[in-house]
C-alpha cells in the first residue's frame, strides 16, 4: 500500500508534460478555429455591405432624381422619354416590358424544367444523368450577348414564318430566349430538391400500387415543393434581371403594352442605353437610370421575400 501511493506523485509527474501538451494544441486548435471563424464573419459581413452601399447608391441618386420628379407622376405616367425635350418619366412602360418578357420566359422554363427535373430525377439512368447535367451547366455558361443576337437572327425569322406581321423586334423572341437561358438553373435546383426526397416516400408509394409516374407527380414533387418554390424564384430574378438579350432583340423604344408580339424596352435596356455616356452626370436624364434600377431592386427584392415566406409555408423536415 505505502509503495503505491510513493508511486502516485511519480506518475503525476510523468504525466504533466502530456497534459501541458494536449492543452497547448487545444489552445492551438481553438486559435485556428477563431480566425477561420473569423474570416467567415468577415466574408459575410462584405457581402452585406457591398450590398447595403448598392441599396445606399440607388436610395441617394434616386433622392436627386424625385425632387426634379414627383413619386407620383414617376409611378402613374404612360410615357418615358427621358431622352427628349419635352421630358416624361412614366417608369410603366419600362415596367410593362420588363414584366412581358419575363412572364414569357417564366412560361417556357417552369414547364419544360420541372417535367425536365422529374425526368433526370425519377427516370434517368445515373450515366444519363451525368451526361446531362453537365450539358446543361454548359448551356448556363453561353454569354448573354450570344443570347440576343440567336433570338433576333434566329428565334425572331422563325416566329416571322409562323406571324408574317411580327416585327423584326418584338418582347416574344427575347422572352422565349429568356426561358432557354433560365432552364439550366430551374432544372438543376429543382433535381437537386426532387433527389433530396426520402427513398422511403417513394417506397411506400410503390407499396400502394402507384407507377413510377403517379409516385413523381403525387409524391416526390409535393414533397420538394419548397426546394422548386426556391428555384422558380430564382429564375423570377434571373429573367427580370436580363439585359443584353432584351436590349438587343426587343428593341429599346418605350412602349405601354402588354402585346408580346409589339416591340418594347425593359428597365434593365434602358440603363444599358443611358449608361453609355451620352448625358453629363448629376443631369436627371442620368439620375433616372438609378430610379429605374431602384425599382428593378424593389421588384426582385419583392419576389425574394414571396419565395422565402412560400418556403416556409411548404417546407418539410424528414
Do not use: C
Amino acid at each position: 500500500m505505502n509503495k503505491s501511493l510513493a508511486a502516485v506523485p511519480e506518475v503525476i509527474r510523468i504525466s504533466e508534460p502530456v497534459i501541458v501538451e494536449a492543452t497547448a494544441r487545444r489552445r492551438a486548435q481553438h486559435r485556428r478555429e477563431q480566425v477561420i471563424e473569423s474570416g467567415l464573419f468577415l466574408a459575410a459581413l462584405m457581402s452585406v455591405a457591398a450590398t447595403a452601399a448598392i441599396l445606399a447608391v440607388l436610395l441617394w441618386e434616386s433622392l436627386g432624381f424625385f425632387k426634379a420628379v414627383s413619386l407620383t407622376d414617376f409611378l402613374t405616367d404612360t410615357l418615358w422619354t427621358p431622352l427628349f425635350d419635352d421630358a416624361r418619366y412614366g417608369i410603366l412602360p419600362l415596367l410593362a416590358g420588363t414584366v412581358v418578357t419575363s412572364l414569357i420566359g417564366l412560361l417556357v422554363a417552369i414547364p419544360v424544367g420541372t417535367v425536365s427535373a422529374i425526368y433526370l430525377s425519377e427516370f434517368a439512368s445515373s450515366r444519363l444523368r451525368e451526361l446531362i447535367k453537365p450539358a446543361l451547366e454548359l448551356l448556363g455558361a453561353v454569354p448573354t450577348v450570344v443570347y440576343g443576337y440567336f433570338a433576333l437572327l434566329v428565334v425572331t425569322p422563325t416566329l416571322q414564318k409562323l406571324w408574317p406581321d411580327l416585327p423584326g423586334f418584338n418582347m416574344l423572341s427575347p422572352g422565349i430566349v429568356i426561358g432557354i437561358m433560365i432552364l439550366p438553373l430551374v432544372i438543376s435546383l429543382s433535381e437537386d430538391a426532387m433527389r433530396a426526397v426520402p427513398m422511403v416516400l417513394r417506397e411506400g408509394s410503390y407499396a400502394t400500387g402507384a407507377t413510377r409516374l403517379q409516385t413523381a407527380w403525387r409524391v416526390v414533387v409535393p414533397a420538394a415543393t419548397s426546394g422548386l418554390v426556391a428555384a422558380y424564384v430564382l429564375g423570377v430574378s434571373r429573367a427580370v434581371g436580363e439585359t443584353m438579350v432584351v436590349a438587343i432583340a426587343a428593341g429599346q423604344n418605350p412602349n405601354l403594352t402588354w402585346n408580346p408580339m409589339e416591340p418594347a424596352a425593359t428597365i434593365t435596356a434602358y440603363i444599358v442605353q443611358v449608361a453609355l455616356g451620352d448625358l453629363p452626370h448629376g443631369s436627371i436624364g442620368y439620375q433616372s437610370i438609378f430610379a429605374a434600377g431602384l425599382v428593378l431592386a424593389v421588384t426582385t427584392f419583392a419576389f425574394n421575400m414571396f419565395g422565402h415566406a412560400m418556403r416556409k409555408r411548404f417546407r418539410e423536415v424528414y
